[in-house]
Structures are given as C-alpha cells and as structure tokens.
C-alpha cells in the first residue's frame, strides 16, 4: 500500500458518514429530500407514483382497501399483466435493446443477448407452449432452474398466461423440490438437463426427478437442454415430460394475447423458511408487487432504461426476482444475469464483466463483499470499472468496515452505496438511503423508504430510545408486501401481525407487521437491522429454518436429537452449528458425522451444511423443557457464557463446550 493508500484508509475507518457524489446527484432519478414529507401528506396516494410507472389495462379504482386488515388490496379494480409490463410495452423503442445480458459460466463465448423483441418472442412461444400442455390461468407452475435465460423467460411466460409461478432454488435439494411441488399443489415443472459449476456439467434431472418421486400427483415436465449433448440429456422420457426446444419449435412464431389480470392476482409463489419445518408460500400478487419493484428499481437502483444493470443474485431467491427480472425489467434497461460463480475460472470474473458490459450499477449480497475483500484488490485494480455509477447490497447486515471497502475498492469513492433491508415478504425494498439523497452511514441502512412507516420497539409494542435496541416493525401496509401464505391465513396472521398487533380490531391502525428482526434506530432515524429474532438463520445472505435443518438431522438413522444454531462467520456472516444427540447403541464417530451432513444436504441442498457438529449427550434445557439455544450460540462462537442458573441440566454446558471444542 503506497502512503496515500494508508492515509485514505485511515480516514475512511474514521469516517462514519458519507455524503452522495455530485456527479451522481446531477443525474439521479429521485433528487428532491421534499419527497419524504410529500409521501407522509399524501399517504396512501403517494404510492400513484410506484403505479404509473406500470402500463394498466384497466385504471384502478382505489389506491388502498384496508378494511379488513391485514388481508390489505393495492390498487383495488386495476388490471394489468406483468409480462406485458415487462416486455410488450418496450417493443416500441427499445425493442432492438438487449433485455438481458446473460453470461455463462464456461468462458468460450457461451453468452446470449435477448433484445427486447427476441425475449418477447421467446415468451410468446413458450407461453403458448405451457397453454399446449394445459396449464390455466390461475395453475402454479414450479421453476426449478438455474441461472440460464429460461429462467426469466418461463416466469414471464407463466405471467402472460396468468399462471403463478413458484421458482425453487436450483441448489435445493430433490426433497425440497418435492416438498414445493406438493405444498403448491403445483402440477407443472420446469426444469433442465444440467448445468455448469466451476467448469464442471452438474446433473440437475436427477435431482428433479428423485423430487418428483415423492410427489403424490402427477405432474407434467418440460426440460431445458442447457447441456445439449445427447449423451448428458436424460433418457427417462415419459408422456408427461416434454423438450423445452421441441415445445419452441411447435410454436414457431406464436403470439399469445397477455391475460388482463386483476392487480390483486397472484403474480408468484415463493417459498421461504420460517421457524417450523414447513417452508412458507409467500404470494405476491401482480399489481401491488409489481408498481414496488419497479418503483424501488428507479428510486433507490437509479435504473434507467439505458443503462446495462448487474445484480449478481440468483433468482432463486427474491432478490433476484424482483431485482434481476421484475424491476429492471419492468423499467425497460439492460439486466446482467451470470450462471456461475464469480470465483470461476478466477477471481477476475465478475470484474472482467463488469468492464466488458460497461455495468452501471451492481448489486451484490455482504457475503461476497466479504470474499472480495479477502481476495485483495489485485483482481480489481487490473480492470476499469468506472462505468459504475452505483453499489447496492441486500441480504444480511454489511459490518462497516466492508461497506467502506466496498465503497472505495468497487466504488472508487465515487458511488453512492445503498443497504437495503427488505424481506421475500416484503416484495422489495424497505430500509435504505436514497441515493442521491441524505448521508449514507456504513453498517446501518438508513431510514425507511419514503411511505414506508417503520419503527424500533420494546417487547410491548413501545418505541425504544435511540441506540437501544428492540424489534423492527412496519406501522402501516406497502404496496409490494404479501398478501398472505399460501392457503394459510392462520400461520400469515400467527407469524407476522400478532405478536404487535390487536387482531380483534378491524382498523388497520391497529394492525403492526412484525418481520422477526432485531434492530436500533437512530436520533436521525436510521435503521440498523441487528438479524433475525426468530430461530431463522442467515447463512451467506441464505435463509434456513433451524427447524428444517433439525429434522433433516433427526432424520438420519442414530440421531435421536438435535439442535441447530447459527455461529458467527467470517464470510458467511452465519454457519450452521448443529449438535445431536445419538441414539443408544450409535457410536458418535465420523461415519455419523459424514451421515448427519449428508441428510442435510438431502433435505435441502449444500447451502444449509453444517459447519461443526458437535456430539453431547444432553441439550441445556429450561425447566420447562426448552433448549437453551443463546447458549450453544455462545459455545459455537466460543463466547462467554451467559446465565446458566434457569437450566434444569447446568452441568451438561461445560461437557458441550469441552466437546465443541475438541471437535
Ligand atoms: O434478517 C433480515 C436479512 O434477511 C432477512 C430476509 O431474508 P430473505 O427473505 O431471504 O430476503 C433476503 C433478500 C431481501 C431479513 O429478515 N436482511 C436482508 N437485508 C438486510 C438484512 N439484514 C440486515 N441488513 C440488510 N440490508
């Protein structure tokens, strides 16, 4: 490091307020700080504004029904199709513009453009596909595929038709495909051959089919040939499972009118865990979802339709379908979709596309921060990347000294950098800075986007001083949250309004949405969101449910208990740590080990792999039965031990710790 280095870095660890660049304030989509109060006096019709960036068939009527809250209606009698949104609507125009730049992971050229014309004619001819095959209106079609251009162009699809689609990550697992499939009751699967990971073609039919085997209905299959080799391609072809290619071909040239769709319709289904064993089908619908993607792709991203946008999520997760396909799309730019891993064939990866697409912004997961800084700059500093105008990230708390490095390594200093805090149950973005407007404080979000009524709170619902902390809520409904979980308005009331709300009343001034994050606020109002206050854990911006790890380990032959914690991680920010209990006559030996690791992956795919697991023959318990979870989050991070006088079992947490430990 030259000594001007030192000095800038210096001053950047002391610096704990960043004011957005000029330059980047001269060309903003959103500018004027008014907007904050303007949103407030003209609450809920501020929210026009997300709207008419969206092309409607049928005006709507009223911008908020919250008669009967919390089941709240966006944009009541309006009516749109999100397909046509995306696509049709930029024909004229931009229909010789690339919608997608989609890059994949082999680097001999295996790249497509889709301008905007050939992505609308692709998803003509597939949407005429999936009607060939019988799916209507209102029919869940399940996604299971990786980061290649069917991806979007399935959704999209499935949009013009009317058909919710469920996308399942392609890293879950064969059982957590099944598990989707059934729980959606989802007749229709797309899927595909294989794909590539570091150099290498994985198989993914089989994990599909094996999910498939546990299904209790039947269900119809089209598959991509990413591979396209005759001998990669499965040969266990029955009537119900269908070429992708072959489907295109019969339907040459189709055109199929996008269906009106109600803006309270079901856009998607996505499944998300929560704090049992039973993921939850969160439902977005088409209007609400769509005007908050959109709006949030041009406030806080400054998505412009000339520019070549980069978010390197996986649209497996809401991320990706909000701000890789939805969004972007929605507002006529250029989306970067890459298949691989931004470590393959090194680390030069995702530096050498930025500069070849010339990418203006790029929105990444703290994870990834984190490895890029421990890779060193040398992978950045050989290539230009000053098409950059902005930096986002999203997924997990970014600690501040990542955010600056981020900021001057990625940024140069010359890019605003938004945190945005927001939830698959939100649909979009919620707590971040606008990027052209007020400072930007590394390591907190920033205050809620304007509209959005956010707070910090204690255990009774009260606001907490600044720089305590206590729980996140949202005071008031947003265009682009859930609707409900899917045929389940029990549990959507149980996990998200009832802890802060009162469910007798049915004004919606009494109804608090509780997103089960800890959180502190500011004397400016600047959010920090501390993680998840439920047993959910963030592994590298993914989310798991302790439980769902905890019954694909009870699940494996000779465990009878288990308990899953998250402790702390360098990269990761959380790893799963899991301690078992075995059964009589089960030896605690490396074969078990290798079986219990083994069972995750099973069950739900290899982000959810243990990171230690560690054998004892209790778990700390209350008196009244309840493991102790903070204290094996103390042993994982080797942390010093809380009070362990409530336990019924004190003298079993030194054992674990020598355990831990020695493992
Ligand atoms: O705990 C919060 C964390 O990620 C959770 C939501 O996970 P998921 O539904 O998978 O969506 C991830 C992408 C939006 C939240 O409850 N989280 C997300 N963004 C942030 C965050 N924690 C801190 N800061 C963030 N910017």
């Given at each position: 490091?030259?000594?001007?280095?030192?000095e800038?870095?210096?001053r950047?660890?002391?610096?704990?307020?960043?004011?957005?660049?000029?330059?980047?304030?001269?060309q903003?989509?959103?500018?004027?700080?008014?907007?904050?109060?303007?949103?407030?006096?003209?609450?809920p019709?501020?929210?026009?504004?997300?709207?008419?960036?969206?092309?409607?068939?049928d005006?709507y009527?009223?911008?908020l029904?919250?008669?009967?809250?919390?089941?709240?209606?966006?944009?009541?009698?309006?009516?749109?199709?999100?397909?046509?949104?995306?696509?049709?609507?930029?024909?004229?125009?931009?229909?010789?513009e690339?919608?997608?730049?989609?890059?994949?992971?082999?680097t001999?050229?295996?790249?497509?453009?889709y301008?905007?014309s050939?992505?609308h004619?692709?998803?003509?001819?597939?949407?005429?596909?999936?009607?060939?095959?019988?799916?209507?209106?209102?029919?869940?079609?399940?996604?299971?595929?990786?980061?290649?251009?069917?991806?979007?162009?399935a959704?999209l699809?499935c949009?013009?038709?009317?058909?919710?689609?469920?996308?399942?990550f392609?890293?879950?697992s064969?059982?957590?495909?099944?598990?989707?499939?059934e729980?959606?009751?989802?007749?229709?699967l797309?899927?595909?051959?294989?794909?590539?990971?570091r150099?290498?073609?994985?198989?993914?039919f089989?994990?599909?089919?094996?999910?498939l085997?546990?299904?209790?209905?039947?269900?119809?299959?089209?598959?991509?040939?990413?591979?396209a080799?005759?001998?990669?391609?499965?040969?266990?072809?029955?009537?119900?499972?269908?070429?992708?290619?072959?489907?295109?071909?019969?339907?040459?040239?189709a055109?199929?009118?996008?269906?009106?769709?109600?803006?309270?319709?079901m856009l998607?289904?996505?499944?998300?865990?929560?704090t049992?064993?039973?993921?939850?089908?969160?439902?977005?619908?088409?209007?609400?979802?769509?005007s908050?993607?959109?709006?949030?792709?041009?406030?806080?991203l400054?998505?412009?339709?000339?520019?070549?946008?980069?978010c390197?999520?996986?649209?497996?997760?809401?991320?990706?379908?909000?701000?890789?396909?939805y969004?972007?799309?929605?507002l006529?730019?250029t989306?970067?979709?890459?298949?691989g891993?931004?470590?393959?064939?090194?680390?030069?990866?995702?530096?050498?596309?930025?500069e070849?697409?010339?990418?203006t912004?790029?929105?990444?997961?703290?994870?990834?921060?984190?490895?890029f800084m421990?890779?060193?700059?040398?992978?950045?500093?050989?290539?230009?990347?000053?098409?950059?105008?902005?930096?986002?990230t999203?997924?997990?708390?970014?600690?501040?000294?990542?955010?600056?490095w981020?900021?001057?390594?990625?940024g140069?200093?010359?890019?605003?950098?938004?945190?945005?805090?927001?939830?698959?149950?939100?649909?979009?973005?919620?707590?971040?800075?606008?990027?052209?407007?007020?400072?930007m404080?590394?390591?907190?979000?920033g205050?809620?986007?304007p509209?959005?009524s956010?707070?910090v709170?204690d255990?009774?619902?009260?606001?907490v001083a600044?720089?305590?902390?206590?729980?996140?809520v949202?005071?008031?409904?947003?265009?682009?949250?859930l609707?409900?979980?899917?045929?389940?308005?029990?549990?959507?009331?149980?996990?998200y309004?009832?802890?802060?709300?009162?469910t007798?009343?049915?004004?919606?001034?009494?109804?608090?949405?509780?997103?089960e994050?800890?959180?502190?606020?500011?004397?400016?109002?600047?959010i920090?969101v501390?993680?998840?206050?439920?047993?959910?854990?963030?592994?590298?911006?993914?989310?798991?449910?302790?439980?769902?790890?905890?019954s694909?380990?009870?699940?494996?032959?000779?465990?009878?208990?288990?308990?899953?914690?998250?402790?702390?991680?360098?990269i990761?920010?959380?790893a799963?740590?899991?301690?078992?209990?075995?059964?009589?006559?089960?030896?605690?030996?490396e074969?078990?080990?290798e079986?219990?690791?083994?069972g995750?992956e099973?069950a739900?795919?290899?982000?959810?792999?243990?990171?230690?697991?560690?054998?004892?023959?209790?778990?700390?318990?209350?008196?009244?039965?309840?493991?102790?979870?903070?204290?094996?989050?103390?042993?994982?991070?080797?942390?010093?031990?809380?009070?362990?006088?409530t336990?019924?079992?004190?003298?079993?947490?030194?054992?674990?710790?020598?355990?831990?430990?020695s493992?």
């Open positions: 490091m030259s000594e001007t280095d030192v800038l870095e210096a950047l660890a002391e610096q704990d307020a960043f004011d957005p660049p000029e330059s980047f304030i001269q903003a989509n959103v500018t004027d700080p008014e907007i904050y109060q303007q949103f407030e006096d003209n609450w019709r501020c929210f026009e504004q997300a709207a008419d960036l969206l092309s409607w068939t005006d009527d009223q911008v029904d919250d008669s009967n809250p919390p089941f709240y209606e966006w944009f009541v009698g309006g009516e749109l199709n999100a397909s046509a949104n995306c696509l049709d609507r930029h024909l004229e125009g931009r229909g010789d690339p919608a997608i730049e989609w890059i994949g992971e082999p001999d050229e295996d790249n497509r453009t301008t905007y050939e992505l004619r692709e998803v003509n001819e597939f949407a005429a596909g999936l009607r060939a095959l019988g799916v209507e209106e209102d029919d869940v079609v399940t996604l299971y595929l990786p980061m290649i251009p069917e991806l979007p162009i959704m699809a949009a013009r038709i009317g058909a919710p689609h469920s996308v399942v392609a890293g879950f064969a059982d957590a495909l099944g598990t989707r499939l729980a959606a009751d989802s007749e229709y797309v899927t595909c051959d294989g794909y590539y990971r150099g290498d073609p994985l198989d993914h089989s994990k599909a089919s094996d999910g085997a546990n299904v209790s209905h039947s269900v119809d299959t089209v598959i991509v040939e990413r591979l080799k005759e001998d990669q391609i499965p040969h266990n072809w029955t009537e119900q499972t269908h070429s992708y290619a072959t489907l295109l071909e019969k339907h040459r040239g055109t199929v009118e996008p269906i009106g769709r109600d803006a309270e319709d998607f289904l996505m499944y998300t865990s929560g049992t064993g039973q993921p939850k089908g969160v439902k977005h619908t088409t209007g609400g979802y769509l908050w993607a959109a709006w949030t792709s041009h406030a806080v400054d998505v412009k339709p000339e520019d070549t946008y980069f390197a999520a996986d649209i497996g997760w809401i991320t990706g379908h909000s701000y890789i396909v969004g972007p799309l929605a006529g730019t989306t970067m979709m890459y298949e891993t931004p470590d393959y064939p090194d680390r030069n990866r995702l530096w050498e596309l930025i070849t697409y010339e990418a912004q790029l929105y990444t997961a703290p994870t990834a921060i984190r490895s421990k890779w060193g700059t040398e992978y950045i500093e050989s290539h230009d990347l000053s098409s950059l105008r902005l930096l986002g999203v997924g997990e708390p970014i600690n501040p000294r990542a955010w600056k981020y900021y001057k390594h990625i140069e200093e010359s890019c605003p950098v938004v945190d945005t805090w927001w939830q698959t149950e939100t649909g979009g973005m919620m707590l971040t800075t606008l990027p052209a407007i007020g400072e404080k590394p390591g907190t979000a205050p809620p986007l509209g959005v956010a707070d709170v255990v009774r619902g009260s606001p600044a720089g305590e902390a206590g729980y996140l949202a005071n008031k409904p947003w265009p682009g949250m609707r409900t979980l899917y045929q389940n308005d029990d549990r959507f009331i149980n996990e309004w009832r802890e802060y709300s009162n007798d009343s049915d004004d919606s001034a009494d109804w608090v949405y509780f997103p994050d800890g959180a502190k606020i500011d004397g400016d109002g600047y920090t501390l993680g998840r206050v439920d047993d959910v854990l963030n592994v590298s911006g993914h989310r798991l449910g302790t439980m769902e790890i905890e694909a380990i009870v699940g494996v032959e000779g465990v009878a208990e288990a308990a899953v914690v998250g402790g702390d991680h360098e990761k920010g959380e799963v740590y899991a301690y078992v209990i075995t059964e009589d006559g089960y030896k605690e030996n074969d078990l080990r079986r219990i690791v083994a995750v099973d739900i795919g290899p982000i959810a792999r243990p990171e230690a697991v560690v054998f004892t023959p209790e778990l700390p318990k209350t008196r009244s039965g309840k493991i102790m979870r903070r204290l094996l989050e103390n042993i994982a991070n080797n942390d010093e031990l809380g009070d362990t006088s336990l019924r079992n004190p003298d079993v947490v030194s054992e674990i710790q020598q355990k831990a430990q493992n």
